[in-house]
Nanobody, 114 residues
Framework: VQLQASGGGLVQPGGSLRLSCAASGIVFRYAAMGWYRQAPGKQRDLVAR???????NYADSVKGRFTVSRDNVKNTVSLQMNSLKPEDTAVYYC?????????WGQGTLVTVSS
């Protein structure tokens, strides 16, 4: 299983970024996919999740600003992040649990700063 995340970078407060994660080694359409983030000195927390059926859930801190989506043809999951705040600064990780094992992407850094 491989998860390849991309799309991080430096953005000003109030700006937008879109993260993408390409998955291989799984039957993607059957897999729930998640985005987590880890800020320096903090634990890794769930940001957003989308089930195989397209049901989504979000951390309270990002509701209304972030949108998770999936493309079952391209085997990708995306995270559209709007109205970014400095506290959104973190390394963002793509995740799936496949056959009862967790798999993680390599992480992509998002820095929100003026």
């Amino acid at each position: 299983v491989q998860l390849q995340a991309s799309g991080g970078g430096l953005v000003q407060p109030g700006g937008s970024l879109r993260l993408s994660c390409a998955a291989s080694g799984i039957v993607f359409r059957y897999a729930a996919m998640g985005w987590y983030r880890q800020a320096p000195g903090k634990q890794r927390d769930l940001v957003a999740r989308i089930t195989s059926g397209g049901i989504t859930n979000y951390a309270d801190s990002v509701k209304g600003r972030f949108t998770v989506s999936r493309d079952n043809v391209k085997n990708t999951v995306s995270l559209q992040m709007n109205s970014l705040k400095p506290e959104d600064t973190a390394v963002y990780y793509c995740n799936t649990d496949w056959r009862m094992r967790p798999f993680w992407g390599q992480g992509t850094l998002v820095t929100v700063s003026s």
